[in-house]
């Protein structure tokens, strides 16, 4: 079965400072991968998704995230935060291939951006 | 752009009660889920329907639980009787196939069981 670690839990930055997101998985087939974002009393809502192709994928909201293979990471960045992207995050991962194909979810990181 | 509705938004219930979670999932879409979030943790898989029938299901998932597609719209999870570790956001999900998966998510049930 699929896993998720995100090795951050709580990140603080002010604003413009620039952002990264740690994301890494386990599992021994093609996955796909995504990062959602949900900000206070929201749903999840998709920033990005890699499928395939060009590892380097760019999001809503000037979000990007960089898949390395070699690595199993997922990491998502941004290069100047604003205080409006305050909110939890979430790195996700599901199976290319098999049937109903389940989201597992890391445990997700709460981004706190001071004004 | 396509929702998924989740209602209530929240539901307060007495512990041992029976509670009754609605989903309208996105009309062309074939898969349906049921996740959930307690305060704190991660999001966690909970149950997928398929072709009327339940495709797999978590350790979470356990006899308490049901789903349900009772008409060509909704889609349900029924707690028989709830206890306390069961409040929680309790998300809808549904998605298409083909390469895109379409992956929705529904704004959630916050559910508290007191």
Known sequence: ?115 | EPEVTQTPSHQVTQMGQEVILRCVPISNHLYFYWYRQILGQKVEFLVSFYNNEISEKSEIFDDQFSVERPDGSNFTLKIRSTKLEDSAMYFCASRGTGAFYGYTFGSGTRLTVV
């Open chain 1, 1 to 115: 079965a699929q896993s998720v670690s995100q090795h951050n839990h709580h990140v603080i930055l002010s604003e413009a400072a620039s952002l990264e997101l740690g994301c890494n998985y386990s599992y021994g087939g093609t996955v796909n991968l995504f990062w959602y974002v949900q900000y206070p009393g929201q749903h999840l809502q998709l920033l990005l998704k890699y499928f395939s192709g060009d590892p380097l994928v760019k999001g809503i909201k000037g979000f990007e995230a960089e898949f390395i293979k070699s690595k199993f990471s997922f990491n998502l960045r941004k290069p100047s935060v604003q205080w409006s992207d305050t909110a939890e995050y979430f790195c996700a991962v599901i199976p290319a291939s098999g049937s109903a194909r389940q989201l597992t979810f890391g445990s997700g990181t709460q981004l706190t951006v001071l004004p």
